[in-house]
């Protein structure tokens, strides 16, 4: 992996600077791929979508940020960098907690990315998965309850006539612990490159595992 520039933006809440890592180059050795459709590429990672500010704790579309410039990761040009940049908060993705608790925020500021966002929200909220947390270690009822509706409204944005939304679907139901519902959707015709998530899916189903698991 090769870092690309560093990128300097404006909260549009606060106006605090923050900042963000490119990547210049990458590539998918040693990559994991998930039930939930979530890739983690220690090699190729993601710039998030949706950032905090270190300033004001707000929760917003990276892509609202004035983009104010860039510098070199590798200090070539540290003298001529404005020290106020160098000195900025690393931007971070909401962790699940804060996506449950913006999402209206985040919908209401961009609704044809509504989508986007509560697949954020639901693989942040897998993230304490990936990373082998005892699950349910940090719930709390109001998280479960905001967690699950978060679920049902993904459901309802996922295109029914799409394959790839289909196995969402299914999945979604499948970690909401509605197995039959789910294997009602995965009996259905699909497209032959799906058919090996497909056998995954059924046999967690058939397992009762609402777990989330690699593929």
Not at 29 to 56: E, H, I, K, W
Not at 68 to 91: C, Q
Request: proline share 7%.
């Amino acid at each position: 992996m090769t870092p690309g520039s560093t990128h300097v933006v404006r909260c549009p809440s606060c106006g605090q600077l923050g900042t963000y890592p490119s990547i210049a180059s990458g590539n998918t050795f040693g990559a994991v791929y998930y039930t939930d459709g979530r890739r983690v590429a220690p090699m190729l990672p993601n710039t998030p979508s949706v950032v905090r500010c270190g300033g004001c704790s707000g929760v917003f579309w990276l892509a609202s940020a004035t983009e104010v410039g860039e510098y070199s990761p590798w200090g070539s040009d540290d003298e001529s960098i404005d020290p106020t940049w160098t000195s900025a908060a690393r931007l971070v993705e909401p962790d699940e907690q804060q996506y449950l608790a913006a999402l209206e925020q985040l919908v209401g500021a961009q609704p044809q990315r509504s989508r986007e966002a509560r697949f954020f929200a639901w693989w942040r909220g897998n993230d304490r998965l990936r990373c082998q947390q005892p699950s349910g270690s940090n719930d709390t009822p109001q998280t479960i309850s905001q967690r699950h509706a978060n679920m049902r409204q993904l459901i309802a944005l996922l295109d029914t006539a799409e394959p790839s939304d289909q196995l969402m679907r299914a999945e979604v139901l499948r970690q909401l612990g509605e197995f039959d519902q789910a294997v009602a959707i995965l009996s259905k015709p699909f497209p032959p490159e799906y058919d090996t998530a497909l056998s995954r899916l059924l046999g967690l189903c058939a397992q009762r595992n609402s777990m989330l698991q690699k593929l």
